[in-house]
């Protein structure tokens, strides 16, 4: 069974940086994407990073492009959200996700089944 756990959220000022990780097991994940997702309190979960174990371009919505970086490390079986020039507005529940990549877009939002628990991030001003 898949299971992903997060950490490394937190608090920080306008401007700062947070890497957030996400540890996978229960399955050889070379076939998967992963992806982050946000939801800030009263909005929708959304997308904000996704990319293919197996490599490739990632996905980054727009409000994060240039800010935020996603990428995997397959010997730790672990995918990362390195977040810079933090901004007020990405304070939200950060969710890790993953699936399977065959036949399905990574930049789409309802094909994830599996999730982490989420991290708090906290950004002020």
């Known amino acids: 069974q898949v299971q992903l756990v997060e950490s490394g959220g937190g608090l920080v000022q306008a401007g700062g940086s947070l890497r957030l990780s996400c540890a996978a097991s229960g399955h050889t994940f070379s076939t998967y994407k992963m992806g982050w997702f946000r939801q800030a309190p009263g909005k929708e979960r959304d997308l904000v990073a996704a990319?293919?174990?197996?490599?490739?371009?990632?996905y980054y919505t727009d409000s994060v492009k240039g800010r935020f970086t996603i990428s995997t490390n397959s010997a730790k079986n672990s995918v990362y959200l390195q977040m810079d020039s933090l901004k007020p507005e990405d304070t939200a529940v950060y969710y890790c996700?993953?699936?399977?990549?065959?036949?399905?877009?990574?930049?789409?939002?309802?094909?994830?089944?599996?999730w982490g628990q989420g991290t708090q991030v906290t950004v002020s001003s």
């Open positions: 990319i293919r174990w197996s490599g490739g371009s990632a």
């Open positions: 996700a993953a699936d399977r990549a065959v036949n399905s877009p990574i930049d789409l939002s309802t094909g994830y089944n599996y």
